[in-house]
């Protein structure tokens, strides 16, 4: 669509095409003028409106109560009558006087001049405005509603069809003077063929194409048509009008002109396509009015060749919809900085509407949190006719914030001086989180690498602190002396283990079995033990919804979220209050995930945790699921409890939010993806007795101390054991046994060779023997060293005597 400006000049050319074919209808002074100026005051919304026409011009007016000079100024012509107050303004008088120094002004109410100029009954406010008719004398124009002089643009459009009216009022003029200054009738008609011949010329010179059409042919046309059609007037004269149009605008041409003739009201004013004999095609704006032409009904035609016009409305609607259409907000402002004109995307950001900006600054949308010096050193950019770039975050209608990237360019008329300033801003919140969320990804995933790679050495030493332990306590009596001594180093050894598992579980790296589980049932089978660790001044409330559903995880991993959120909760309220757990069923759509990189779009389950605590502000929650992050004093706390919320929710595939404020409590929100109901299979229980055997088992590990224990613990449990440090040296004991081996126990990642790659080769040799891997780093490395998981086939390091003793007996039995 045209912008606002497009359609006023529109407008306003049309204004002025329709004043043109207003002037010269009659040689009557009067009708002339009643023409004219009624169509003038319709389409420009005046009040009032006066001709007056020097004394010398007239004949000797009846109705004039006292003489005059020549130069004196007569009301000819008011509307409305009632107003005229004075019909005579002397040549002294000061309207006189001004209108001899300026050919065209403006006068407001409030300027010192109003009385000078208002000569008129009950005109004490609003806008005059005045033209020189050239030397026959003066048009007064007033407007009721307007407040501010017509500015210049106004005054000099009316200037030009003033000029055709003043040519008008001078055949009038003539006329009046034939009619009662030539008594006799060569000399009347002398000075009709004169005003015939004026008229005549008038339309020969017009800037657009006449024509006279009657029953459809040509009947007369000026010299201007010719030109628009390329042809002569032999070839247009008695020609069908019709020929000359377009072919598909010919029958709507045809059905105007037959509604025209029967006298049927409706616009006149109407576009078309013209067609020249070579086939160019000229754009061309029709206004057509009936009249009497050599005795008959005919039909005449002003036609304004309009193709540039067309050309220049194309081009600004092109623009128009790219500004309209772009989604970048747009804005354009006076040099004062008044909004003028705002796109939909604006509206779409900010939530105003353009009614609500249009005549406010930017200033609208002003969050606060911008440095005043930021809008000094635009304002001084801009006003230097400088481009400026920057960055804001603003505030939209319903108080969010957003930030936006923008570019404000100063616009210049022809003369150089700045008329506009152009803004284009693009929204970049949505990329900031995502990118913001991207770093905290990485951040956490780096943290997680870290702990894996820890927890393999990690796990090697426990194992042997584990394992050893057991031994010697197994060895030593209830009532030895040093059993308290080697019952608290194991008990050590298996908090350090505890602790390594917690870091494994931040970077989503324990091994885990995974069932189909009711998130509902989850917490209500957890209740009584969170009412136990809560307190009693801690008020616990859960809001379960039936349609939640089922989540894929591990169970005991899933109730270790629920429980360090909740001793999380009950921490910050230390002074008592409420706990809240909420479950809902929720899908979330492309826009969310969208903002969210780590989702899917999908049904999900939405567990929340509320409490009434202390909150947190920005800083602490910048920094919540880092491991050893903690803000509790020393001793009170390791920094993993959110860190393994982190891991076990990403885990899941899931994503944790977490929204705070300081003294208005924590909300924790987090979604896991939703699944369908199935068989459950029940965990695999750990058997009290330890049970042994007697096959021949290879045991390939590089770690010594790892090594050493597991020999030891296989020998005592009457398996016969054969040894080696690395894969290749596995190989070659195996290539030279001579006995049976039934069973290869191997670490995953070795020197020179790997335990997969040798379990590969040795299958090769004997496709039946089974393999069970040990490994101390994390899944993700064993998965990518190609060892298939499950229940049998992996033990984790660190293990204890009776683990080993039932994995390698359920590998055994297996079928």
């Not at 010329?201 to 800037?207: K, T």
Request: aromatic fraction near 6%; proline fraction near 3%; hydrophobic fraction near 40%.
């Amino acid at each position: 669509m045209p912008d606002q400006d497009s359609r006023q000049i529109i407008s306003d050319i049309s204004v002025l095409y329709e004043l043109s074919l207003a002037v010269g209808q009659s040689l009557d002074l009067r009708t002339n003028c009643e023409q004219f100026i009624r169509t003038l005051m319709a389409r420009k919304n005046l009040a009032y409106a006066s001709v007056w026409v020097r004394r010398r011009h007239l004949p000797e007016p009846e109705h004039l109560e006292k003489e005059t000079d020549g130069n004196d100024l007569v009301l000819v012509y008011a509307n409305p009558e009632f107003r005229a107050s004075t019909r005579v303004l002397a040549e002294d008088h000061p309207l006189t006087r001004l209108l001899e120094k300026k050919a065209v002004f403006s006068v407001a109410a409030s300027d010192k001049d109003f009385a000078r100029v208002a000569t008129e009954n009950e005109l004490g406010s609003g806008v005059f405005a005045i033209f020189r008719l050239g030397e026959i004398g003066m048009l007064k124009l007033f407007s009721m509603t307007r407040e501010a002089r017509f500015p210049p643009q106004a005054l000099n459009q009316l200037e030009n069809v003033l000029a055709k009216f003043t040519v008008s009022l001078e055949g009038c003029l003539a006329h009046y003077r034939m009619v009662h200054e030539i008594t006799e009738r060569k000399e009347v008609e002398a000075a009709l063929r004169q005003s015939e011949e004026k008229y005549r010329n008038v339309v020969e010179l017009a800037s657009d194409g006449i024509v006279i059409l009657q029953d459809g042919v040509i009947k007369y046309t000026n010299s201007r048509l010719m030109k628009l059609v390329g042809s002569t007037s032999e070839q247009v004269v008695g020609s069908p009008f019709t020929s000359y149009v377009h072919p598909d605008e010919a029958p709507k041409l045809g059905d105007n002109y037959r509604r025209r003739m029967t006298g049927e009201q409706f616009s006149s004013i109407y576009e078309t396509v013209l067609v020249r004999p070579d086939g160019h095609l000229i754009y061309a704006e029709l206004n057509a009015a009936l009249i009497e032409f050599e005795g008959r009904p005919a039909d005449m035609v002003f036609i304004r060749d309009i193709s540039d016009r067309k050309q220049t409305e194309a081009a600004s609607m092109r623009l128009a919809m790219a500004v309209e259409q772009t989604a970048d907000a747009v804005i354009i402002t006076g040099t004062d900085g008044t909004i003028e004109y705002v796109n939909p995307a604006f509206e779409r950001i900010t939530g105003h509407s353009r009614e609500e900006v249009l005549g406010k600054t930017p200033r609208l949308v002003k969050s606060g949190k911008q440095d005043g010096a930021v809008y000094d050193e635009l304002w001084a950019t801009i006003t230097r006719g400088e481009v400026w770039r920057g960055r804001f975050q603003n505030r939209r209608k319903d108080g969010s914030l957003y930030t936006c990237d923008t570019i404000i360019t100063p616009t210049r008329h022809e003369d150089g001086t700045i008329i506009n300033f152009v803004g284009v801003q693009r929204d970049v919140t949505r990329e900031l989180q995502m990118e913001e969320q991207y770093l905290q990804a990485q951040k956490m995933e780096s943290m997680g690498r870290l702990a894996g790679g820890i927890a393999h050495d990690f796990n090697n030493i426990m194992t042997a602190v584990l394992g050893f332990g057991s031994m010697v306590l197994d060895q030593l009596g209830e009532n030895h002396p040093l059993r308290h001594a080697v019952e608290q180093i194991v008990s050590a050894g298996e908090r350090a283990t505890n602790l390594t598992r917690q870091l494994l579980t931040f970077s989503r790296k324990q091994m885990v079995e995974v069932r189909i589980l009711n998130m509902n049932a989850v917490i209500m089978e957890m209740y009584q033990l969170l009412r136990r660790a809560l307190g009693e001044d801690v008020e616990l409330v859960t809001l379960l919804d039936d349609e939640t559903g089922y989540v894929k995880a591990d169970v005991g991993l899933l109730q270790q979220v629920i429980m360090n959120l909740a001793i999380n909760a009950r921490d910050a309220m230390p002074r008592g209050g409420q706990l809240t757990i909420v479950t809902a069923h929720t899908y979330l759509d492309e826009a969310f995930c969208r903002a969210h990189v780590q989702l899917k779009p999908g049904d999900y389950i939405l567990l929340t945790i509320r409490d009434t605590g202390c909150g947190m502000n920005k800083q602490v929650l910048d920094h919540v699921f880092e491991p050893f992050f903690t803000t509790k004093p020393k001793g009170k706390g390791t920094g993993l409890g959110l860190a393994t919320v982190y891991g076990i929710v990403r885990q899941c595939n899931g994503h944790i939010e977490i929204l705070s404020e300081v003294g208005k409590g924590t909300e924790i929100r987090v979604w896991l993806p939703q699944t369908e109901a199935t068989a459950e299979t029940l965990p695999v229980e750990l058997e009290e007795k330890v049970q042994k055997g007697s096959e021949t088992i290879l045991v390939v590990e590089d770690e010594d101390l790892v090594r050493d224990l597991t020999v030891r613990i296989l020998k005592s449990l009457g398996y016969h054991v054969l040894e080696a440090a690395h894969g290749k040296e596995g190989l070659a004991l195996f290539e030279k046994a001579t006995g049976p081996i039934h069973l290869v126990l191997t670490d995953v990642v070795m020197p020179q060779m790997g335990g997969p790659e040798m379990a590969e080769r040795i299958q090769q040799l004997r496709p039946s023997i089974k393999v069970l891997y040990t490994s101390g780093f994390t899944e993700s490395a064993v998965l990518e060293r190609g060892v298939a998981l499950g229940k049998v086939t992996l033990i984790q390091k660190p293990y204890t005597r009776e683990i080993l003793a039932l994995k390698i007996r359920q590998a055994l039995d297996e079928k």
